[in-house]
């Protein structure tokens, strides 16, 4: 099969490698759509220390199951549409047992510390495909990543649900900002409004439903200290979201 080899830090190549084969639990996914995360960037740049070169990445994917190994489960036969959840717990570690499975002492990842998904094929633990349906496009399927992790944002700020109508403030306007700010409109939050970092600050705009976008006052008004999210990888950001709003 054709994939992205990432030889060493800063460079790619797209090679012939050989078709994984499924082992134990696992299947092989032909992936219809793959993502390009801020993350994936981090492993081109060399600045993600969990990561092993050479590596494959592509952890934000959609595809179709073509093979299986021992031991999967009948309810995903070959030709079920899945999403995969890219996250490798060990599942026996003091977090995992916590329930704290995303701060996993032992933790690895496809696409991050084994070969992903910028492939044809892709082999993956059954446990973590989740059936989609049959007509959903490609692309909206390998947006259920980056999707699921808005709605744990979501839970965490306590949003999900019946929404108070308290202002938020979603800093950072990437992907993952929209995503939340999608969201947060839909659970029927009060006016939200949103913060892009970058050298110059950006004016923030505010929307609430039926409100459409428009301009309002800085985001960050100490005096106010709506609840916050903090949605990008930018640093002066995290102090900004932790020292103005109420994160
Ligand atoms: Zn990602
Ligand atoms: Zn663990």
Redesign the pocket.
Same mark, same amino acid.
Request: with cysteine; net charge negative; hydrophobic share 0%.
């Given at each position: 099969m054709r994939a992205l080899v990432l030889d060493h830090p800063g460079s790619f190549r797209v090679a012939d490698v050989p078709d994984p084969t499924p082992q134990t639990g696992q299947v092989v996914v032909r992936v219809d759509c793959c993502?390009i995360?801020?993350?994936?960037l981090h492993i081109l740049a060399g600045e993600f220390p969990p990561t092993p070169y050479p590596i494959t990445p592509g952890?934000?994917f959609a595809g179709t199951v073509v093979a299986h190994g021992p031991d999967v489960k009948p309810d995903l036969p070959v030709g079920a549409r899945v999403a995969v959840d =890219?996250s490798l717990y060990c599942g026996y570690c003091r977090r995992c047992r916590a329930g704290r499975d995303n701060l996993c002492e032992n933790w690895a990842a496809i696409g991050d510390t084994v070969n992903g998904a910028f492939a044809e094929f892709v082999a993956v633990p059954a446990v973590n495909a989740y059936r989609l349906p049959d007509h959903l496009d490609g692309q909206l399927g390998a947006m259920t990543? =980056?999707l699921a992790?808005a709605v744990h944002g979501i839970r965490r700020l306590g949003l999900l649900g019946p929404v108070s109508a308290e202002p938020t403030v979603v800093i950072g306007a990437g992907t993952m900002g929209l995503l939340m700010l999608q969201l947060l409109l839909h659970a029927g939050a009060g006016p939200v409004s949103w913060a892009r970092p970058g050298p110059s600050p950006t004016p923030a705009r505010s929307t609430g439903p039926g409100s459409g976008w428009r301009s309002t006052r800085p985001a960050c008004p100490r005096r106010s200290r709506p609840p916050s999210g903090c949605w990008t990888g930018e640093g002066g950001c995290w102090s900004s979201a932790c020292r103005r709003p109420r994160p």
């Open positions: 993502g995360c801020g993350t994936d952890h934000e =890219p990543e =980056p992790c």
